[in-house]
């Protein structure tokens, strides 16, 4: 079975015992939070993601560390997929919870990318357009990628909108070489 299509499933029943019990927004904490430590971490995801280690040794270790700082039904989320030996697609789950979690929430996520850093003030002025266009919450990370020279490219609502500078003068030149 595919790792997304197992995630689905996983992130679905996640989401569900938490909307449930009405702990919904912290397990949506819990699971990025965890995520990002794995991906940040390269000691604990070694931990996690190593045959060397014995299951029941993961499952004590991480319900010592993480009973004060998550929910239960996070904890025993995590224990259940140790358990089933699944934790090498924790990454899938919670792409796959927080699209769940989005749609719950009436929020997207979206990614905008300029050829410098856009202070506070635009994103907020862009957050806001955004939000009214798409009669959403908008949750929008800056990418810097000086190769776009100018403009932006915004990616939100699974569309893409590109007014960079790069991509006009490559419209430019097709145009100019399509007339030569």
């Known amino acids: 079975m595919k790792a997304v299509v197992l995630a689905r499933r996983y992130a ?8 449930e019990k009405k702990v ?4 949506a904490a819990d699971v990025n939070s965890f995520n990002a430590t794995i991906s940040q971490n390269s000691e604990i995801r070694h931990f996690l993601f190593s045959p060397e280690r014995e299951i029941k040794e993961k499952i004590e270790v991480f319900e010592r560390a993480l009973v004060k700082a998550c929910s239960p039904l996070f904890n025993r989320f995590l224990a259940f ?21 989005d749609s719950h929430a009436n929020k ?21 357009a955004l939000a009214k266009q798409f009669n959403a919450t908008v949750d929008l990370q800056n990418e810097v990628e000086e190769a776009i ?11 893409i909108y590109d007014n ?11 145009r100019l070489l399509a007339e030569a």
């Open 149 to 159: 020279i100018g403009g932006l490219i915004l990616k939100v609502g699974g569309k």
């Open 108 to 128: 997207i996520r979206g990614v905008v990318i300029s050829a410098k850093q856009i202070n506070k003030a635009e994103m907020k002025n862009l957050n806001n």
């Open 81 to 101: 997929l140790l358990e089933k030996r699944r934790q090498h697609i924790f990454s899938e789950i919670a792409t796959e919870f927080n699209v769940l979690y």
């Open 12 to 19: 679905k029943a996640l989401f569900e015992l938490a909307k």
């Open 164 to 174: 960079s500078l790069r991509s006009h003068v490559k419209q430019l030149e097709r």
């Open 24 to 27: 919904i927004d912290q397990v």
